[in-house]
């Protein structure tokens, strides 16, 4: 029961009903999901959407072993049913988890440990927008980066989910940020969330305006989900012991890059991908974010960015909107 209402059998759920453009997001019907042991289920009132969504649906980014084949890496809801072990959580709590995947459906099994309590204020939508980014630039600029307070961090793709919640945090928490984006419209919105200098990178050459914007020293983290040449002119535009973390390679995965500088900056070039981690890691980082992240959330000191919210029979419309590129910020499905 949750809400006085008994789970169901059955479920809405949106499935890639075959690798394609966005039409192929059909809503069909689906059984609920029984949690396991350490998992919560919730039934789910909002899911994010996120790149790598996109990807599957393409083809390109098939669902790791045992999880949900469909789409949707984060959600926010109530729980619904409790898995053996999962004591953290009583029915009815409110809260936003990432998922494994299976966010785009009424119901969606999780890892307890995966599963925050919702951010003070926050409606289900704001907090769907939440997970999927505050974990991937939690762990890759704040752990992987270790980017610190009084450091300077170049946040590519400023104006994206990821880009958009770098920036904040990375601002919240005492950092110079330089952020690119491809329009005036994305340069201004990345210095309304906190950016100290905001580059449109179709009209300047970030590496030169970031040499600028730190006295010829570099930034000393690099969040970068372009790569392609991006990756020899992150090189540049990194400080002595610099650490570049990529996430995406979204114009070319393989590059030819001048190594030499690497050595003599003594930089660190590493990445990560968060999907295929495990559960165990991602709760540590549910753990972290939960006692550094969530006050400044509760006080709105960083918040989503909302972008537009469709319907969950609408998902194509949301796959649309992303691919055409123009979100500032989180695309949300509303889920009932
Ligand atoms: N590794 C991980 O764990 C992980 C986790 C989640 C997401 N990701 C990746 O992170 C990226 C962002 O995800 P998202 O969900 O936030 O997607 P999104 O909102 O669609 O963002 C994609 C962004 O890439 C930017 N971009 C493309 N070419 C660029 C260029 N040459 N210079 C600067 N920016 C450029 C676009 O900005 P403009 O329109 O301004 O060009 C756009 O804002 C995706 O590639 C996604 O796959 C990685």
Not at 35 to 63: C, F, T, W
Not at 284 to 312: G, H, K, N, S, Y
């Amino acid at each position: 029961m949750v809400n006085g209402q008994k789970i169901p059998e059955k479920m809405t759920a949106v499935a890639i009903s075959t690798p394609g453009g966005p039409l192929v997001l059909k809503p069909e019907k689906r059984d609920v999901p029984t949690p396991g042991a350490g998992e919560i289920l919730i039934r789910v009132h909002a899911a994010g959407v996120n790149r790598p969504d996109v990807m599957q649906r393409k083809g390109a980014y098939p669902a790791p072993p045992g999880a949900s084949d469909l789409p949707g890496l984060e959600v926010a809801g109530e729980v619904a049913a409790l898995g053996e072990g999962a004591t953290r959580w009583r029915i009815g709590d409110q809260v936003c988890a990432l998922t494994p995947g299976g966010g785009y459906a009424e119901y969606v099994k999780v890892h307890a440990s995966n599963a925050l309590p919702l951010p003070a204020g926050f409606t289900y939508t704001e907090a769907a927008a939440v997970p999927e980014t505050y974990f991937t630039v939690w762990h890759n600029v704040f752990e992987r980066g270790a980017l610190k307070a009084g450091e300077t961090v170049l946040i590519h793709g400023g104006a994206s989910g990821i880009g958009t919640t770098a920036v904040q945090l990375a601002s919240a928490l005492g950092s110079y940020v330089i952020a690119t984006a491809g329009s005036a419209e994305k340069c201004e919105a990345c210095l309304k969330l906190g950016a100290d200098r905001a580059v449109n990178y179709r009209e300047e050459d970030f590496v030169k305006a970031v040499k600028e914007a730190t006295d010829g020293r570099g930034a000393n983290v690099i969040l970068d989900m372009v790569g392609g040449d991006y990756i020899g002119r992150n090189y540049d535009a990194a400080a002595v012991e610099g650490r570049i973390v990529q996430i995406a390679t979204q114009t070319g995965a393989v590059a030819s890059a001048d190594f030499s500088k690497l050595m003599v900056k003594r930089l660190v070039h590493t990445g990560s991908t968060l999907r295929p981690r495990t559960v165990e890691f991602k709760g540590a980082v549910a753990a972290a974010l939960e006692t550094q992240v969530w006050p400044l959330l509760a006080t709105r000191r960083v918040a989503p960015v909302m972008d537009m919210i469709f319907p969950l029979k609408e998902a194509w419309r949301a796959h649309e909107r992303m691919e055409e590129g123009d979100n500032i910020g989180k695309i949300v499905l509303d889920v009932g």
